[in-house]
């Protein structure tokens, strides 16, 4: 099973700050899932990226297969960012259709 | 609007009673999937569903069960078995990408159980 690590688990930022996430898996894979989970507990799809870079207004995703690493960016952030955002991978076994999940990084983003 | 709506939003019950939990989506999407969702826990994989009148076990489907007659529904059964029900289960859909397969989520139900 792939192993899912994200970091930092808690990130409080001003508004208009440049927040990074990160996220790290521990086997090869097809595509990363960066997702934002709001208080109310809708989960909503950003990014599904395989290679390089994808932006999406101020949201940046990246990934390095290499190194097996990934990044969610947040340009001039704003408090209705303030969610939590969760990184998902296939699990290992070649089944794209199961996903392991991060913990999440719970952002909060002051006015 | 497409989407997957699940229902209700909050749902309470007694222990030792069955509950079920309702999942639509009019997305036309063959696979559909139930998650739970634990406070400092990633989400986790109860059951998924590739096509209609099939369906896997996932990570932690003891104590659940699911049926899939149509291919618009998914219904999650929570029965007297599970030891631990209240948690935050989310449904998801999902459809083949160029790059993979990508999911798409409900709004979640709450389940507390008394």
């Known amino acids: 099973k792939n192993e899912v690590e994200q970091s930092p688990q808690n990130l409080t930022a001003q508004e208009g700050e440049f927040i990074t996430i990160n996220c790290s898996y521990s086997v090869g894979i097809s595509a990363l899932h960066w997702l934002q989970q709001h208080p109310g507990g809708g989960i909503v799809s950003l990014f599904m990226l395989s290679s390089g870079k994808k932006k999406h207004g101020r949201l940046i995703a990246t990934i390095n297969i290499q190194e097996k690493h990934s990044s969610l960016h947040i340009t001039a952030s704003h408090p209705r960012d303030s969610a939590v955002y969760i990184c998902a991978v296939p699990n290992s076994g070649g089944s794209n259709y199961k996903l392991t999940f991060g913990k999440g990084t719970l952002l909060t983003v002051n006015p | 609007d497409g989407g997957i709506t699940q229902s209700p939003k909050y749902l309470f019950r007694k222990e030792g009673q069955n509950v079920t939990l309702s999942c639509e989506q009019n997305l036309n999407h063959d696979a559909m999937y139930w998650y739970r969702q634990d406070p400092g826990q990633g989400l986790r994989l109860i059951y998924y569903s590739q096509i209609v009148n099939d369906f896997q076990k996932g990570d932690i489907a003891e104590g659940y069960s699911v049926s899939r007659e149509k291919k618009e529904s998914f219904p999650l059964t929570v029965t007297s078995a599970q030891k631990n029900p209240t948690a935050f289960y989310l449904c998801?859909?999902?459809?083949?990408?160029?790059?993979?397969?990508?999911?798409?989520f409900g709004p979640g139900t709450r389940l507390t159980v008394l």
């Open positions: 998801a859909s999902s459809i083949v990408v160029l790059a993979g397969v990508e999911q798409f």
